[in-house]
Structures are given as C-alpha cells and as structure tokens.
C-alpha cells in the first residue's frame, strides 16, 4: 500500500520556468490537498479539492494552479515560478467528502527551488 | 487565523513528561495533531472536535478546552522515538481554510 505518492522528490527551477507537481493516493480517498511548509511558517494549505472536479483555494493560492484529474490524482501547476516559491511542498489526503476536513495522509514532499 | 503554539523547543531526557499548548484567537470547531520528523512527511497523531474530549494515542494524549480555544498534547513517559517537531491544526466554522501553528520542536536525549 504505497498511500500519498508524489513525483518528483526535488527539483530546481529558473526563475520564470513552470512545471507540475504530481500527486496519486490509493487510497480510494475524496479529499485530497497542497501544501507548502517553510522554516518557521508551518505548513499553509495552497488548494484542496474534496472531490472529482472539484477544487477551492486556501490560504496561499496565488501563483498555482490545480487540477483534480481523478479521483486518484491531483496535480498542482506552477506556471511561472519565482524564487518566493521555493519551499517544500505536501500533497495530502483525507476520507472526508466535505471540507474542511484534517489531512490525514502526506506524500513525502518535494523538494522545489528557484533560482 | 493560524494558532499559537507554546514552547516553541524543549529538550526532554527519556521518561519525562511535556505539554505542548495549542491556543487560537477565534472559537474552534476542531484541532488536530501532527508529528513531523526532520526531513519526512508530518504524520496525523489524532483529532479533537468540539466537545472537550480527550484523545489517546500510545502514551501521548491530548484535550481540547472550547471555551479556553485551546487544546494542549501530553507526552508522557517519553521515548527517543518522540522527537520531532509536533503541530497542531485548528478548523474554524464557517472557514474554508485550516490553518497550522508553527510547530513545537521536541527532542528527547538518552
């Protein structure tokens, strides 16, 4: 059972390049969210989706874009990135089909900078 | 919105106790745990709706006081496995968002 699976696990970026960040959980679960967590800032919820077609901001979402493919997959777009970017991002789950729900499940990260 | 979480490091020798405190500026719906370990996912320890109960997991619990809007996380007996950096998650109603303190660095020496 390999749970919340991110792709990749770093990543260096120029400035004004883009690229996405993958997600899968196999789960089976409806809720699934972004995160990004910086020294000293604790982690600040970017997007969630609490089901299939479906996604809302949270507290940061300037700069990003979402897409929930499935209900497996649920994949977060930098289209032109900037250092004030580089963090390391999550990708979590819940069961939950309503939100705000806990995530209950993160991916292992990734590792993202900008030059 | 996001918690305040109190200490913010302590250093603990095996078999001591801690309390890390969860306190929010607005009422609360739920808070939740997490324990992060340096360079790893943060893990879901336990969640605490509104209702004042308190939870168990292993030998950490915690309780959640509404009227106070603050929970606070117990670590008792601690071990060497318990470092890491603890964060609470607070749900306000009506909001969209949960937000997270943060954190509580939490090392335990032999």
């Known amino acids: 059972n390999a749970g919340v699976t991110q792709t990749p696990k770093f990543q260096v970026l120029k400035t004004g390049q883009s690229m996405t960040l993958q997600c899968a959980q196999d789960?089976?679960?409806?809720?699934m969210y972004w995160y990004r967590q910086d020294p000293g800032m604790g982690l600040r919820l970017i997007y969630y989706?609490?089901?299939?077609?479906?996604?809302d901001k949270g507290e940061v979402p300037n700069g990003y874009n979402v897409s929930r493919l499935n209900k497996r997959e649920f994949s977060l777009r930098l289209e032109s990135a900037a250092p004030s970017q580089t963090s390391v991002y999550f990708c979590?789950?819940?069961?939950?089909?309503?939100?705000?729900?806990?995530?209950?499940?993160f991916g292992d990260g990734t590792r993202l900078s900008i030059l | 919105q996001q918690p305040v979480q109190s200490p913010q490091a302590v250093i603990l020798r095996e078999g001591e106790d801690a309390v890390i405190n969860c306190s929010s500026s607005?009422?609360?719906?739920?808070v939740h745990w997490y324990r992060q370990k340096h360079g790893e996912a943060p893990v879901f320890l336990m969640i605490?709706?509104?209702?004042?109960e308190q939870k168990g997991h292993e030998k950490i619990s915690a309780s959640f006081n509404e009227k106070k809007q603050q929970s606070s996380l117990y670590l008792t007996a601690s071990q060497l496995s318990y470092s890491g950096t603890y964060f609470c998650?607070?749900?306000?109603?009506?909001?969209?968002?949960?937000?997270f303190g943060t954190g509580t660095r939490l090392t335990v020496i032999p």
């Open positions: 979590a789950s819940s069961e939950a089909s309503f939100l705000p729900q806990p995530p209950q499940h």
């Open positions: 789960m089976n679960h409806n809720s």
């Open positions: 989706s609490a089901s299939e077609g479906t996604t």
């Open positions: 607005k009422a609360l719906y739920s």
């Open positions: 605490l709706l509104k209702g004042g």
């Open positions: 998650g607070t749900e306000t109603p009506g909001a969209n968002n949960l937000f």
